[in-house]
């Protein structure tokens, strides 16, 4: 079985420019989760989408952040413009329903340096 | 405020010791309770769920507990060996929603 794919695995900007990542979830989850996990801390969620329709999005710095899920299956989220505090690894996860249920499937992450 | 506390200290332990990890909690009523694992520049692993009328979950040489009174998980590795070594996050649903929060992560180290 195929796992939560993501692209790119890293990625060098400066402050003010734009990003963009992608991540392809496992096919059949309903559930996908945009997570930025700064060095030495855990993961924080940044969006949390159920099929195409957004469950929560309260930690999503909604001036320079945005995300969208096509058709309930792939996900980009942007970033524009960067600031020097978006540096950390965003991480995508899905799962078959919700996280009471059972694990996230996380994906490798995508590094983002902004310099 | 909600707040998910793990011993931001690393802990180094000699192989074929058990390794026990502690997530504290504050503020919140989980109905579940989740344990993953990192290593460096890779994503989370699931490794354990646990639910609030369970008070230990088993699997291979893992094994949780959750304390709903102490707010308190703990996440035992017996028999550890030098691949156990990687960061142990614990994760619980914020109060009421479906919203999975994630602790800082505490850093195992086993040597030989």
């Known amino acids: 079985e195929a796992g939560v794919a993501q692209s790119p695995r890293y990625k060098i900007i400066e402050k003010r420019q734009s990003v963009a990542f992608w991540c392809n979830p496992i096919?059949?989850?309903?559930?996908l989760y945009w997570y930025q996990q700064i060095l030495g801390q855990g993961p924080k969620l940044l969006i949390q989408f159920q099929n195409n329709g957004v469950v929560d999005d309260s930690q999503l710095p909604k001036d320079r952040f945005s995300a969208e899920r096509l058709k309930g299956v792939d996900s980009t989220l942007k970033i524009q413009p960067a600031k020097l505090e978006d540096s950390a690894v965003y991480l995508c996860?899905?799962?078959?329903?919700?996280?009471?249920?059972?694990?996230?499937?996380f994906g490798e992450g995508s590094r983002l340096t902004v310099l | 405020s909600q707040k998910i506390e793990q011993n931001s200290e690393a802990l180094n332990i000699q192989e074929g010791k058990t390794a026990t990890l502690t997530c504290n909690y504050t503020?919140?009523?989980?109905?579940?309770l989740q344990w993953y694992r990192q290593d460096p520049g890779r994503g989370p692993v699931f490794l354990l769920l646990i639910r609030e009328n369970e008070k230990e979950k088993r699997k291979e040489r893992l094994k949780v507990t959750f304390d709903t009174t102490l707010k308190q998980s703990l996440f035992h590795i017996t028999a550890s060996q030098p691949a156990d070594s990687a960061t142990y996050l614990c994760a619980l649903p914020s109060n009421n929603t479906d919203k999975l929060i994630f602790g800082t992560g505490t850093r195992l180290q086993v040597f030989p």
């Open positions: 996860a899905s799962s078959l329903q919700g996280a009471d249920t059972g694990e996230l499937f």
């Open positions: 096919s059949g989850h309903a559930t």
């Open positions: 503020n919140y009523s989980p109905a579940y």
